[in-house]
């Protein structure tokens, strides 16, 4: 590279550099999501259902997921786990639509921020281990942003949820349920 051409370009680089610097970055009016939408769990295969998807997926502010996928479970192997954290107070939420491929930990604040669930939502005081059914298809993605007036807003979760639209006691798309107990577990 001769010197004036070298010149030029380390005089620009510079002049880039220093503008970065010193100008704030762009502030988005909305957060995006965050995370990624975690690949199939064994047994179970990318499917499409833009219906499916349309249900589980939510605003910002809202809940739900950010953003999603659509899973099927094929009827050749056991049926993938899921784990539902819920409110024993309320013993017809005990197979509702919010499921993990992962068991609960931690503190019941920390889960519900994990998941952007605003505490006036739930107690989450109990846990349900079930398998899904043959066939079933689910919606999988990381959480949506929750506004929990009068508690603080939750932002956009990196934690994947799983979405089972299970709508009435007859289409329930879970079966071989376990009840695992409080939450959190006691130590």
Not at 58 to 69: N, R, S, T, Y
Request: proline letters at 11%.
């Amino acid at each position: 590279m001769s010197t004036p051409l070298r010149s030029l370009f380390l005089a620009s680089f510079g002049l880039l550099l220093a503008a970065c610097s010193t100008t704030p970055p762009p502030q988005l009016t909305q957060p995006g999501c965050v995370g990624g939408v975690a690949p199939p769990p064994a047994g179970m295969r990318a499917a499409q259902n833009a219906e499916l998807l349309a249900k589980a997926v939510g605003v910002p502010g809202k809940g739900g997921l950010c953003e999603g996928a659509v899973y099927q479970q094929d009827g050749a192997t056991a049926g993938a786990i899921v784990y539902r954290v819920w409110d024993s107070a309320k013993p017809g939420s005990r197979l509702g639509r919010w499921w993990s491929f992962h068991k609960p930990q931690g503190t019941v604040a920390q889960y519900q921020a994990a998941n952007a669930i605003c505490p006036a939502w739930s107690q989450l005081n109990s846990v349900v281990r079930c398998q899904l059914k043959a066939g079933a298809q689910v919606a999988v993605g990381p959480g949506q942003s929750a506004d929990c007036a009068p508690d603080p807003a939750l932002p956009p979760s990196p934690v994947n949820q799983v979405y089972v639209p299970n709508s009435s006691p007859d289409a329930i798309l879970v079966e071989n349920c376990e009840d695992e107990g409080a939450f959190p577990a006691a130590l």
